[in-house]
C-alpha cells in the first residue's frame, strides 16, 4: 500500500472511529495570521457600548484581517481603551450564520469566537468544515492561528456526548 494512502486510510478511520473524541485536522490556511493587522468591520448597524468597552454589529456583518473573513448576523466586539491611544479589539463574538473565509478554506457555524489576545478562532455549533473537496463536520472547531493547528470536536457544547465528527475526503487519482 502506498504510504499517501495508508495515511488517508488512517485519517479517515481516526474521524470516524472514535465518537467524540477531538480530532486533529491538518495545518490551517490560517496559520500565521498577523493578529496585529488592521481589522475593517462593516454592517448594517453598530450600537457603543463605551462604559463596558464593547461594540455591537448587527445585521450584514462582516470582519476582514489579513486573509480571515469572519461574517455574522451579529458581532460583538470586546475591546480595551488605553489611557492615551485608540481602542484595541480583544475578542470577537460571532452570533447566527457565521461564516469564516480564507483563500482555501471555508467554515460555518452557529457561535464564533475569534480571542485576538490568545490568537485562537473557535466555532461552535453544527460546524461544516470545506478545504478543497474534502468536507469535515462536528460541533467544535478550535483554530491555534500562531501554530495553524485546528482540532474538530464532536461532543456538544454541554460536554455530552452522542455526536460524531463525520467528514469525506478525496483521494487523487494515482498511476496504476
Same mark, same amino acid.
Given at each position: 500500500?502506498?504510504?499517501?494512502?495508508?495515511? %488517508?486510510? #488512517?485519517?479517515?478511520?481516526?474521524?470516524?472511529?472514535?465518537?467524540?473524541?477531538?480530532?486533529?485536522?491538518?495545518?490551517?490556511?490560517?496559520?500565521?495570521?498577523?493578529?496585529?493587522?488592521?481589522?475593517? +468591520?462593516?454592517?448594517?448597524?453598530?450600537?457603543?457600548?463605551?462604559?463596558?468597552?464593547?461594540?455591537?454589529?448587527?445585521?450584514?456583518?462582516?470582519?476582514?484581517?489579513?486573509?480571515?473573513? #469572519?461574517?455574522?448576523?451579529?458581532?460583538?466586539?470586546? *475591546?480595551?481603551?488605553?489611557?492615551?491611544?485608540?481602542?484595541?479589539?480583544?475578542?470577537?463574538?460571532?452570533?447566527?450564520?457565521?461564516?469564516?473565509?480564507?483563500?482555501?478554506? @471555508?467554515?460555518?457555524?452557529?457561535?464564533?469566537? *475569534?480571542? +485576538?489576545?490568545? @490568537? %485562537?478562532?473557535?466555532?461552535?455549533?453544527?460546524?461544516? #468544515?470545506?478545504?478543497?473537496?474534502?468536507? #469535515?463536520?462536528?460541533? @467544535?472547531?478550535?483554530?491555534?492561528?500562531?501554530?495553524?493547528?485546528?482540532? %474538530?470536536?464532536?461532543?456538544?457544547?454541554?460536554?455530552?456526548?452522542?455526536?460524531? +465528527?463525520?467528514? @469525506?475526503?478525496?483521494?487523487?487519482?494515482?498511476?496504476?
Amino acid at each position: 500500500m502506498k504510504p499517501a494512502l495508508a495515511a %488517508l486510510l #488512517l485519517a479517515t478511520a481516526a474521524v470516524t472511529a472514535h465518537p467524540a473524541c477531538a480530532q486533529s485536522l491538518a495545518t490551517s490556511a490560517l496559520k500565521g495570521l498577523d493578529t496585529r493587522a488592521p481589522i475593517d +468591520v462593516d454592517a448594517d448597524r453598530i450600537e457603543v457600548l463605551d462604559a463596558q468597552n464593547q461594540a455591537i454589529f448587527s445585521g450584514n456583518v462582516r470582519v476582514v484581517q489579513g486573509g480571515l473573513t #469572519l461574517e455574522a448576523n451579529r458581532i460583538k466586539i470586546v *475591546y480595551a481603551r488605553p489611557a492615551n491611544g485608540d481602542p484595541v479589539i480583544r475578542r470577537l463574538d460571532a452570533d447566527g450564520n457565521v461564516r469564516v473565509t480564507t483563500p482555501s478554506e @471555508r467554515a460555518t457555524s452557529r457561535f464564533g469566537i *475569534y480571542d +485576538v489576545d490568545r @490568537r %485562537l478562532l473557535t466555532l461552535i455549533g453544527d460546524v461544516k #468544515l470545506t478545504r478543497g473537496t474534502t468536507r #469535515l463536520n462536528g460541533n @467544535r472547531l478550535t483554530i491555534d492561528l500562531a501554530s495553524g493547528r485546528s482540532t %474538530l470536536d464532536g461532543k456538544s457544547s454541554s460536554g455530552q456526548t452522542g455526536s460524531r +465528527v463525520s467528514g @469525506r475526503f478525496a483521494v487523487p487519482d494515482r498511476k496504476k
